[in-house]
């Protein structure tokens, strides 16, 4: 397989934290070029990540010969012009979600992709969470192969009446958020001007599309401001979707619980430290993964959801003892930021399969949008409307 030169275009804080060491460490990728205005990120790119090569000028980076894939992590105030000249230039891009402000700008950067054949992927990283890949493969091949797990309890029996949403699939998502650690720019309508609805909710809403495998028709959502949001989506083949999206939480808790329901099973994956599932045959009830960043590996040694949370009280008791918030932070779940990347690239040598398309992120951005418009007309928003 051939190594990946990369450029970052739009050096954040986002992209510093995961996408420029990420790329950095991967053995399938070199960080060529990292290209943005401020001083301060580029001399952290060639110091800490070891960038090889800075630059302000992200037209002239994506036209060097050497650069053979852009990382785009801008605000979506500039995206269009930076995919446009990527395409022209025959170099495949990895680009942050949410793919634009409007709709129209999203449909012309699907126009863009289709229309040249190149590998293109968008940032719903959890599509590449280890614990998520492992939970949709259950979940899916229960779905489509259910076999009885010997222990239903079927009260009716042969007298138990025919039902046409007997099996459907149901999820539910729930996202404790603390709105306290958001940055400035979140609630500057000029560059985020449906907040967090916008922003956050494709994440969720790409996933939703993923478990349920079906298409969307009907969106209703409502929501108390900017902080706290509730969708449910309704699909084809009668899936529903509902969605939480709490801001006025606390990290202290796990941020992210997934359950997902269908053919007489559940698959829960919660934090994306722990699966956990009943009524499926020959599946383990519960799965653990490793964390990330790990400062407390003696602590909550039995991992999983109840292994996070010895090690978050450690670290929240070690961040009052020194008087510093950010110690707090220990053993974050592996969200499959570095994972992408990686699978992207094998998606770009040709030895791994599409990581998350142009349309697919499209879908996911429609249903934010139909969420958008449906609490502000209070109704029901048919997925054909947007």
């Avoid at 800075?54 to 105030?77: G, M, N, R, Y």
Wanted: glycine residues 6%; negative net charge; hydrophobic residues 40%.
């Amino acid at each position: 397989m051939k190594t990946i030169n990369f450029a970052v275009i739009g050096c954040g804080a986002l992209a510093r934290m995961m996408h420029i060491p990420n790329i950095a460490k991967s053995n399938k990728a070199v960080l060529h070029t990292c290209c943005d205005l401020s001083d301060d990120a580029l001399k952290e790119c060639k110091e800490v990540h070891g960038a090889l090569h800075i630059s302000k000028d992200w037209e002239s980076v994506i036209k060097d010969p050497a650069i053979d894939a852009i990382c785009l992590a801008t605000t979506e105030k500039l995206r269009i012009p930076v995919i446009k000249l990527a395409i022209e230039n025959g170099k495949p891009v990895y680009v942050e979600k949410p793919l634009a402000r409007t709709l129209e700008e999203v449909y012309k950067i699907q126009e863009i992709v289709n229309a040249s054949g190149i590998p293109f992927c968008v940032g719903h990283n959890r599509r590449n969470s280890p614990a998520m890949i492992e939970a949709h493969r259950i979940f899916r091949n229960h779905m489509d192969n259910p076999q009885d797990c010997g222990w239903r309890w079927d009260r009716e029996g042969e007298d138990r009446p025919l039902r046409k949403d007997d099996g459907v699939a149901a999820m539910t998502c729930r996202i404790n958020d603390d709105w306290y650690s958001w940055k400035s720019w979140v609630f500057d309508k000029t560059q985020a001007p449906h907040g967090p609805m916008l922003f956050e909710m494709t994440h969720f809403t790409d996933i939703c599309n993923w478990f349920m495998n079906s298409d969307p028709i009907e969106v209703v959502a409502m929501e108390t401001g900017m902080l706290n949001h509730s969708i449910i989506v309704k699909y084809a083949g009668g899936e529903l979707a509902t969605l939480s999206l709490c801001g006025t939480g606390t990290f202290g808790y796990p941020k992210e619980l997934y359950e997902v329901m269908g053919q007489g099973a559940i698959v829960v994956c919660d934090h994306m430290c722990e699966i956990r599932t009943a009524g499926i045959k020959n599946v383990p009830s519960r799965i653990t993964y490793p964390f990330l960043k790990d400062r407390h590996p003696d602590v909550g040694t039995q991992g999983g959801i109840n292994g996070w949370m010895e090690k978050k009280e450690a670290a929240c008791r070690e961040a009052i003892a020194a008087n510093d918030q950010a110690l707090q932070f220990t053993a974050e779940p592996d969200k499959g930021h570095a994972h992408a990347i990686d699978r992207f690239i094998d998606e770009i040598n040709g030895k791994g399969p599409v990581v998350c398309s142009v349309d697919e992120a499209v879908l996911a951005t429609r249903i934010a949008f139909a969420a958008i418009k449906s609490t502000k007309e209070n109704r029901i928003i048919n997925m054909e409307d947007i």
